[in-house]
């Protein structure tokens, strides 16, 4: 697997950067679009995802996905993120 095997299709970026939460500058790699399989079988698509090197863990912004529509709760340390009536994904916090 090559290192941006999630990755479906990506485009190389320059000169992009996150600021962290301690006011650290990241470096933002490739922009992609990455392919999740979930339990029952379905594919879905994260559009626009960002790979920071330097980030140890896979982090997904509940800001950017209600802005997509979705609704996302956490109750009992289930993640859902919904729209209207149909869950859309589901994980553990």
């Known amino acids: 697997m090559s290192e941006h095997g999630l990755f479906s299709s990506f485009e190389k970026l320059d000169r ?10 990241c470096n933002i790699e490739v922009m992609s679009t990455v392919r999740i399989k979930m339990d ?3 594919v879905r698509e994260l559009k626009e995802v960002k790979y920071v090197p330097q980030h140890k863990r896979n982090l997904i912004s509940v800001g950017a996905l209600e802005t997509l529509g979705l609704v996302v709760s956490i109750r009992d340390g289930i993640l859902k993120m919904t729209k209207g009536s ?6 553990v916090r």
Request: proline letters at 0%; aromatic letters at 6%; hydrophobic letters at 55%.
């Open 40 to 42: 029952d079988g379905i």
């Open 16 to 25: 992009c950067f996150i600021v962290m939460s301690d006011d650290h500058l």
């Open 86 to 91: 149909i869950v859309i994904m589901k994980g």
